[in-house]
């Protein structure tokens, strides 16, 4: 309860003085995770509290160790002794949370580039910056996103690679194939997002909500078919969903996102074709591309992942419908 000696003080510096025993940078992750509430309601980290109000945090579950290295097979596209770069396949975790410990991008990596096997010298490990259940991760993509993924193998890399996303130097591109054509054949779409008011796991557009965040994204329509289109998206920000929403926005979400389209597996049936097994069975959004400066030398690396399997099968039958 907020006494009358610290109404007016900012959300932050409230938490710094009743929760001493946890670091500021615990505690700015927290309001910035949602995990802060104010009256019942998320709240920023500058909110300015009044006398009586209830400020509650929710603590999260104690740390787990690190992921256990598994031999689980990767397509690298960029391997250096400071930094990697991994074509994600569809349906993975990149990091242990709830509900997947095992199976996750951490884990494999641990195995390729930490795990000692019969060489006498063990190999470059990863970077312990994001803590024991992140190794090596500088950022990240949804479990059912494919593409390309940069990896951090030590601690002045991390920093240096983080540096760049955080100063949005970074360039992203990503393939969608949206249920729906865009209007226009390039756009750009600037809306806020923030925590769904109602489903805790989806994101929305939200305005002048204490949760919502400033987000862009540009589009081109590279293909359009009936009912569909094939999008390359260059998000100038990196908001949770943030692809996935603004497509939705729009009014084209992208094809077979159970959040977002409502749809989470695509027959062929749905394009007039005749039955078979589903074309893809996850959201059709691949990050094809990722520009970023090699963490040593400095030089430009653009890096690029193939369009996987599914979404190729998805733009078969289209071009066929």
Known sequence: MVQPESAGLRLDAFLAR??????????????????????????????????????????????????????IPLEFLHLDDTMAAVNKPPGMVVHPAKGNWKGTLAGALKWHLEHRGDDASPPVGLSTVGGPTRPGIVHRLDRDTSGVI????????????????????????????????????????????????????????????????????RYEVVERFRGAALVRVAPKTGRTHQIRVHLAHIGCPVLCDML????????PTLFGLPPG????ERQALHAASLAIDHPTTGARLTLAAPLPA????????????
Request: hydrophobic content about 40%; overall charge positive; proline content about 7%.
């Open 310 to 321: 599914d979404m190729e099968r998805v733009l078969a039958a289209l071009r066929r419908a």
């Open 18 to 71: 009743m929760i001493p025993a946890q670091s500021r940078s615990f505690l700015a992750r927290s309001i910035d995770q949602g995990k802060v509430r104010v009256d019942g309601v998320v709240a920023r980290a500058s909110v300015k509290l009044r006398a009586g109000s209830l400020v509650c945090l929710t603590v999260p579950e104690p740390p787990r160790a690190g992921p256990a290295a598994e031999a």
């Open 260 to 267: 977002y389209s409502g749809r989470s597996v695509i027959e």
């Open 150 to 217: 940069v990896v951090a193998r030590s601690e002045e890399a991390h920093h240096r690679l983080a540096k760049q996303f955080e100063r949005r130097t970074v360039e992203k591109f990503y393939l969608a194939v949206t249920q729906g054509q865009p209007s226009f054949d390039r756009d750009e779409i600037s809306a806020p997002i923030g925590i769904h008011p109602y489903q805790r796991e989806k994101m929305a557009v939200r305005r002048d909500h204490s949760t919502s965040r400033d987000a862009v994204t």
């Open 277 to 280: 097994p589903p074309l893809i």
